[in-house]
């Protein structure tokens, strides 16, 4: 076995060491009904690398992935381009078989690339800190209301009707059991979010509103008029960005007043990979930092007064505080964090600014091209890289056939909000710097053909 | 004589009017210890490592009352400073490529390439997580044959294969149950965790909103069942069990525990963190518990990363499976494979607990466990599992002579060796001797934790170590604990041969700097 380096000698010897006659002798204290004589039935032996290879290829091969498509699919999930350099660095073995950084003296790699990382989020969000990651932005977001409800001490969050619908379900899932209420919404399909009916919903109860920005939908809320009508109320803003390439063209959310600001990463040189892993960001103000969830790194010096880092103010955590800790959180996502921090570098904020900006562009003449295609109608005129078309029927069913004809053309609210018959007819689509004009072109084309079956009634 | 010089010359070294080498250099740098600045004091405003086209047009009219006033504050570098600067910092950090790495409970096993290469088949890497499901057959697939094989090697009923995390996983597990006593009207406050437990098992139950209750241990470093019996009752809603414990020991009345919760009304909930000491020689079904989480990135060697990402699937018992979390992955009786979404979930998944993050859970890491999975077979995890038990008992047999080993002497231990700090001589912690493995070229083991024991030293070597670096590994553990039987101060101040030295965490906690200011704050 390729992976196992003890020789049959080598286990005999190290046995005769041990003074136990067989290794059957070391597992001693499993009661013998627990025992299993030998390898587990119906499941196959070791294989080698070429045979192993062989099937995973066959399993990858029933996908179509994106790069071989005209591809437009975002909500929550979105394909840029990822620079060379970012993968084949994150597979240095110091950093990809490295542990948390525990023993600070041998992991200043990944110590000075966490602070980096800290640095790189704050400054993107307009937040005082950041922490070293959480698993995604789904959980961020929860962490970040009850962050809120413990700053606070109230237990009633308000949830935008623009927040991503796994977002919503992950943290209804959660308050359910820790009894926190949430005042939840689904979005409306018009074309500026309804800012006046969360505003009006915020009281003295209100622990926090969450507002996605830009929204599922690709709108843009007005952060700094619900900031200022939460902080009427000591309520808190909590912002979440599920696209971070957004904020090289609008406002960091935290210069618009939000108190905690987190979001997704993924955009950053993490990759599609079908879900996950991902990146959660988190940011707020400084001041709410021991009511923080997470890791974070910290600025020090050693013994001989050189600078160096550490994980710090580790009195909220779990393996201090057990019971008592902020968030139960321990393994984050530190791989994707410097997916994230060496893609950023890679741009800075200006390389940001410019990729956001042809991102804009490229989404303009997606946007121009689909409202060309008879029955299909723009929501919203204000829109960074994704935007919400409305069909003249199910979006589902589009979307489907649009795949059996190569073409993965967007995500249907029907997807996401299974529930909610109003909104089936919607479907988001969203380009990136990787989408070309034939893309666009082969979406539109496509699009009309399937829809001008639809006027005519012929079956699908 | 070497082939390559024949001639036999060598450079002079250490001649006569020869000068010492300088200590401090011009650099910072010395030789291959690279000191490295951070981006921030590297990089210029407006450089950019990525050649994007100048996008043509202006931002549509309507977004004018939010742009941004100017690009975020991040300075840039071209590729080759990228590659320099993180190269350079990778060489500052240990890494199980680079030598054991012998964290208990941790499990620092080899990462084979092959994972990496198959996680990044296009197939996988490149697929959006909301693509019609017709197009991601063979991703479904993968999600749902790494399920079989983990109900099949668990012996349990069905898998959540969603949590991202082991700390996720026990969220994932008490939700399930908490979803299930509630099904039966059943409101239970308390979760019983023993004193040995991971810090995660109390912060996750009380995340999940029960009250937690301390278990004691025995002398012998298991859970005490007399306390536990004594406690169960009508307000436990679960026991958590960690087995192996974090001693390294199998708690060998795991089922009469099980039984016993049973009785009461209660579940039982497996932390299954030490699974790769047990995969393929016991079932924790067997057992009689109700969930058990799988660390992907421990048992089935998925990297850690630097601190993740995880992946923290839980195997459920018959009775929690209609509780499991959205989506859930099922293979249909005509082979074909689907994930019941929220779309589908009121008529074929109702009583679902609902969902814990967005999408599927951490497809990357399955590709990597399944790949791992298929090259061992289920033989070759039987092998695993007994070499990281033959691997940790030889160590524990190799130093309990210089070392207090609190559970060594009643038998044999399971994948990790447990010392104290009970033999150093007074003025000697468990903290010198892990510093001091550092000098010696490794990574110190898991220190300070469990908590049952005083100044314990956790040591995980893993099946992954051969015999001859376990024996390296031995005789520099034995070289320290004489270092410190002979009071030798330069251990106090250990590591000296490191990047840095002992750092200031005090300072660190009491004046937070957490982002870069400039060089005047500092």
């Known amino acids: 076995m390729r992976y196992l380096p003890l020789t049959p000698a080598e286990r005999a010897d190290m046995l005769r060491t041990i003074g136990a006659a067989s290794i059957d002798e070391l597992f001693v204290d499993v009661p013998p009904e627990a025992r299993l004589d030998g390898p587990i039935a119906g499941l196959p032996g070791h294989a080698s690398e070429m045979a192993v290879e062989r099937h995973m290829a066959r399993l990858a091969a029933d996908n179509l992935s994106a790069g071989s498509a005209p591809f437009f699919l975002g909500a929550g999930a979105y394909r840029h381009h990822i620079p060379a350099s970012v993968d084949h660095l994150i597979q240095r073995g110091e950093f990809l078989t490295a542990y948390t950084p525990y023993q600070p003296e041998i992991a200043q790699g990944t110590l000075q690339v966490l602070f980096e990382f800290q640095t790189q989020v704050a400054r993107l969000f307009g937040t005082d800190i950041a922490n070293a990651s959480m698993y995604d932005g789904s959980t961020a977001c929860w962490e970040a209301v009850a962050m809120a409800g413990r700053i606070t001490r109230r237990k009633k969050a308000i949830l935008s009707g623009g927040l991503h619908p796994h977002y919503v379900s992950t943290a209804t899932t959660m308050a359910r059991f820790t009894g926190d209420a949430l005042d939840t919404r689904l979005p409306e399909l018009s074309a500026e979010p309804d800012d006046a009916a969360l505003i009006a919903a915020i009281d003295g109860e209100t622990s926090c509103v969450v507002v996605q920005y830009p929204d599922v939908l690709g709108r843009i809320p007005d952060l700094a008029a619900i900031a200022a009508a939460a902080q009427a109320q000591g309520a808190l803003l909590v912002a979440v960005v599920t696209e971070p390439v957004a904020l090289g063209l609008i406002e960091a959310p935290g210069k618009l007043g939000a108190d905690i600001v987190v979001g997704e990463g993924q955009s950053l040189g993490v990759g599609l990979q079908f879900g996950g892993p991902y990146l959660g960001l988190f940011g707020c103000r400084e001041k709410f930092v021991r009511q923080m969830p997470g890791r974070l790194a910290g600025q020090t010096v050693d013994a001989d007064g050189k600078r160096g880092f550490v994980l710090t103010l580790s009195t909220r955590e779990q393996h201090i505080r057990r019971e008592k800790a902020t968030s139960n959180i321990c393994t984050n996502s530190g791989l994707c964090a410097l997916d994230f921090s060496i893609h950023m570098t890679l741009l800075g904020g200006e390389g940001l600014a410019r990729l956001a900006r042809l991102n804009h562009a490229r989404a303009r003449a997606t946007a121009e091209a689909l409202t060309r295609v008879p029955g299909v109608e723009l929501l919203s005129m204000c829109f960074v890289n994704e935007l919400t078309l409305l069909l003249p029927r199910d979006a589902r069913e589009v979307v489907r056939e649009l795949a059996e004809y190569g073409v993965l053309g967007g995500v249907s609210l029907g997807r996401l909000y299974p529930q909610a018959d109003g909104l089936h007819h919607a479907l988001l689509v969203t380009a990136t710097e990787t989408t070309t004009d034939d893309d666009i072109h082969a979406l539109a084309t496509i699009l009309e053909a399937i829809l001008v079956d639809t006027h005519e009634g012929a079956p699908t | ?522």
Not at chain 2, 82 to 110: E, W
Not at chain 2, 266 to 274: R, S, T, W
Not at chain 2, 290 to 314: C, E, Q, W
Not at chain 2, 329 to 356: K, N, Y
Request: glycine share 10%; charged share 20%; hydrophobic share 40%.
């Open chain 2, 1 to 522: 004589m070497s082939a390559l010089n024949q001639s036999g010359w060598r450079p002079e070294i250490g001649g006569a009017g020869e000068v010492a080498p300088a200590t401090q250099t011009a650099s910072g740098d010395r030789g291959l210890m690279l000191e490295e600045p951070l981006i921030f004091e590297l990089g210029r405003p407006g450089t950019c490592g990525v050649d994007i086209e100048e996008p043509a047009g202006d931002p549509l009219p309507a977004l004018a009352r939010f742009l941004r006033a100017e690009p975020p504050a991040l300075p840039g570098l071209t590729e080759p400073e990228a590659v320099r600067h993180y190269t350079r910092l990778s060489r500052q950090n240990y890494a199980i490529d680079l030598g054991p790495f012998p964290l208990g409970s941790c499990t620092m096993k080899h990462n084979p390439r092959l994972n990496e290469k198959m996680a990044r088949l296009p197939g996988f890497a490149d697929v959006h997580p909301l693509q019609p499901q017709q197009t991601v057959r063979g991703a479904i697939g993968v999600i749902v044959e790494l399920a079989q094989w983990l109900v099949t090697l668990t012996g349990m009923h069905s898998v959540a294969m969603t949590p991202k995390a082991g700390a996720h996983g026990e969220l994932c597990g008490l939700l399930c149950i908490r979803a299930a006593l509630e099904a039966r009207g059943d409101a239970r406050e308390v979760v019983l965790v023993p004193e040995s437990a991971h810090g995660t098992n109390p912060a996750t139950a009380a995340f999940a909103g029960y009250r937690v209750e301390s278990i004691p241990a025995t002398v012998d470093g298991r859970v005490d069942i007399a306390a536990l019996k004594a406690r169960l009752g009508p307000d436990v809603a679960a026991v958590m069990i960690t087995n192996p414990n974090t001693c390294g020991l199998f708690e060998r009345d795991m089922k009469t525990i099980s039984d016993a919760v049973h009785a009461a009304g209660g579940l039982v909930y497996c932390d299954g963190a030490n699974f790769n000491a047990i995969v393929g020689r016991v079932r924790p079904g067997d057992l009689g518990i109700d969930a058990m989480h799988i660390n992907l990135h421990k048992t089935f060697s998925t990297p850690h990363g630097g601190g993740g990402p995880g992946s923290g699937p839980v195997v459920l018992s018959e009775a929690l499976t209609p509780f499991a979390p959205l989506p859930f992955a099922q293979a249909t009786a005509d082979g074909t494979v689907r994930l019941i979404e929220e779309e589908d979930a009121p008529a074929e998944h109702p009583r679902s607990f609902g969902r814990m993050a967005a999408f599927h859970g951490q497809m990357g890491m399955f590709t990597r466990a399944l790949t791992y999975i298929l090259s061992h077979g289920a033989d070759g995890l039987r092998q695993v599992a007994e070499d990281a038990v033959l691997n940790a008992n030889y160590v524990l047999r190799s130093l309990d002579d210089v070392l207090d080993a609190p559970f060594g002497k009643t038998g044999p231990c399971m994948h990790e060796a447990l010392f104290s700090d009970e033999s150093l001589p007074e003025g000697f912690t468990t903290l010198d001797i892990a510093k001091g493995l550092i000098d010696e070229g490794f990574h110190p083991m898991t220190v300070y934790f469990p908590l049952v024991v005083h100044g314990a030293m956790l040591v995980e070597p893993t099946e992954t170590e051969s015999k001859a670096g376990l024996d390296r590994f031995i005789a520099s553990m034995r070289s320290l604990a004489a270092r410190a039987r002979n009071a030798d101060p330069s251990l106090k101040s250990a590591p000296h041969l490191a990047p840095r030295r002992r750092l200031d965490e005090t300072l660190a906690a009491r004046r937070p700097v957490l982002t870069w200011h400039g060089n005047a704050a500092d």
